[in-house]
Structures are given as C-alpha cells and as structure tokens.
T-cell receptor, first 116, second 113 residues
C-alpha cells in the first residue's frame, strides 16, 4: 500500500507568480484535502476534493484553487503569490463512503513553498 | 464556533520526567480526536486517535491520551520523556458533519538533558 506523496519537496517563487503543487493519494482513497501550515502555526484547512468536485472550503481566497483527477490525485494552484503564502502545504487523503463513522485523513510529507 | 486550543505554546521538561500536553475543544457533539507530532521540516506523524470506546487511548512511542467529555479535553501524556521526543505537538479535531480537521496552534516541546 502506497502512502500519500507530494511534489515537489521544496519550491521557491517570487511574488506575483503562480504555483502548482501535486499530491498522490494513498492507494484506495478517493478524497484529498489540502492544508496550509505557516511557520509556527497549526495546519489550516484550504479545501477538499471528492469525486473531482470541491467538497468544502476553508477561509482562503479564490486565488487558491484545486483539481482532482480521475485517479484521485490532486493539484493545488495558487495564483498571484503573496509573501504570506510562504508555508508548508500538506495534502491528506481519505476514503469517503467506506462505511466507517469518520473518514480518517492520512497526511503526506508536505511541500515547502517560499515566496520571495 | 468550533475551535481547538492548546494553551501551552512551549514546554520544557527534563529527560526522564513525565509530560502532559493540554488540548481543549469546543463543539456540541463528541468529535474525533487526534494527536500529531512534527519534527522540524517534516510532515505530521499520527501519535494516537480517539473515535469512541475506552477514553484512555494508547499510541506510539509510549504516548497516551485521555478523553474527558466533561472538560472537553484530550490531554497527551508520557510517563518518561526521551530526548528524541523534542518536537512540535498538535492536537486536532474532526467532526463527522464536516470535511475538515481543525488543528490547535501546537505546543513546542524542549527536552533538557
């Protein structure tokens, strides 16, 4: 069973640029959630994708967008990067509709984004 | 509003001493409760979780946590801390009705020799 993987590991961008981060979900999982963890803070929920549709969103502006593909992998896109977007971006996968009471999320190692 | 509070930003303990990290949540129903550990520059590692049943939960690395419904708390404990336990610890809460997890701000643990 393959765990959650993310790419790239590290990324440096300049203000105003656009960035795409990628996530491969754990084998058998159909749901992907994205979190932003700024330095010294806990992760903050960005959004979740299920069956290729956005299925919940946190308090993030529209320039944060995402995609989920038929193989359940996902992308996080951030447009017009700002300095405050510098953070560790975590992806988590889970299985919705599997009959359990709670869809436990399994986290990837994260992508460290630095905006200069 | 749903929230998770970790009152202690930073805790320092001596190696071999006991440890308790506090976590409180606010929500009407019983949530699903988690503790994660994060070493510098790393992702999140799940230490333990509580879904239902016995309110004392055993996790990896000798950690345990106790769910107290009356206090809306889920404190993490370890009887004897090792230097390798130095890291950031996050309490997290999930709700069946929601799709997201809410994390506390974290507690940084320093272990003195």
């Amino acid at each position: 069973e393959t765990g959650v993987t993310q790419s790239p590991t590290h990324l440096i961008k300049t203000r105003g640029q656009q960035v795409t981060l990628r996530c491969s979900s754990q084998s058998g999982h159909n749901t992907v959630s994205w979190y932003q963890q700024a330095l010294g803070q806990g992760p903050q929920f960005i959004f979740q994708y299920y069956r290729e549709e956005e299925n919940g969103r946190g308090n993030f502006p529209p320039r944060f967008s995402g995609l989920q593909f038929p193989n359940y992998s996902s992308e996080l896109n951030v447009n017009a990067l700002e300095l405050d977007d510098s953070a560790l971006y975590l992806c988590a996968s889970s299985l919705a509709g599997g009959g359990s009471s709670y869809n436990e999320q399994f986290f990837g190692p994260g992508t460290r984004l630095t905006v200069l | 509003a749903q929230s998770v509070t970790q009152p202690d930003i930073h805790i320092t303990v001596s190696e071999g001493a006991s440890l308790e990290l506090r976590c409180n949540y606010s929500y009407g129903a019983t949530p699903y409760l988690f503790w994660y550990v994060q070493s510098p520059g790393q992702g999140l590692q799940l230490l333990l979780k509580y879904f239902s049943g016995d309110t004392l939960v055993q996790g990896i690395k000798g950690f345990e946590a106790e769910f107290k419904r009356s206090q809306s708390s889920f404190n993490l404990r370890k009887p004897s801390v090792h230097w390798s336990d130095a890291a950031e610890y996050f309490c997290a809460v999930g709700w069946r009705a929601n799709n997201d997890m809410r994390f506390g701000a974290g507690t940084r643990l320093t272990v003195k020799p």
